[in-house]
């Protein structure tokens, strides 16, 4: 079976979404681990709870990158649960050649707007300060530049003249537990084809 690893930093709500896909037989795939690089992410209490192993690997040295020994770690335990698909989800960590050479292809993350817009960290803040009147998310392979890597999925969402950070991260994050989930399923059913920078979903 199609099996996905799930690395989080945060609260864990993407990562919720696709285990709820999975529990509904929308997403036929396996997680068979949910890593951290934060002790308090909620992502390992929800690991917990749904009996999926799971890893805290705090990172002392840095931190919006990785050791190279830690990042070795991650790699070490995502190939002992022979991870077909690594799964970033809030991972707010910027990896290197350890992740990208051994999943080269295999590593796809949500960003919380229409990229090649405001990547980097609150990027739905960035977009409500720009003033923009579409917001939204997109999942994108991994590759070496931080949020830059080819396009699979966007979601579109307006921005309201009241709103505020939260409500406006609300809205993208409706749509993120709906792209993200889709995004792997695609994958997982060989159906996403890459062409140098341009992702085409077979139907
Ligand atoms: C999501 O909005 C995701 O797009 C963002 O972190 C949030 C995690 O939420 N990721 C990034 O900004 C990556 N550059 P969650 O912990 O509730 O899934």
Redesign the pocket.
Known sequence: MFTIGLI????????RAILENIRQGELDVKASVILSDNPHS??LKIAEEEGIKHYCIPEEKYKTTLSVKTEREYVRILKEYNVDLVC?????RIIKKEMLNNFFGRIV????SLLPAF?????WKQALNYGVKFAG?TTHFVETDI?AGPIILQAVVPVLEDDTYDTL?KR??EK?HIIYPLTIKLIAEGKVNLSGRRVSITC
């Open positions: 989080a930093s945060g609260k864990g709500s993407n990562i909620k992502a970033f989800a809030g991972f707010m993350n949500i960003h919380p990547p980097g960290v609150d990027a998310c949020d991260h993208i994050q993120e």
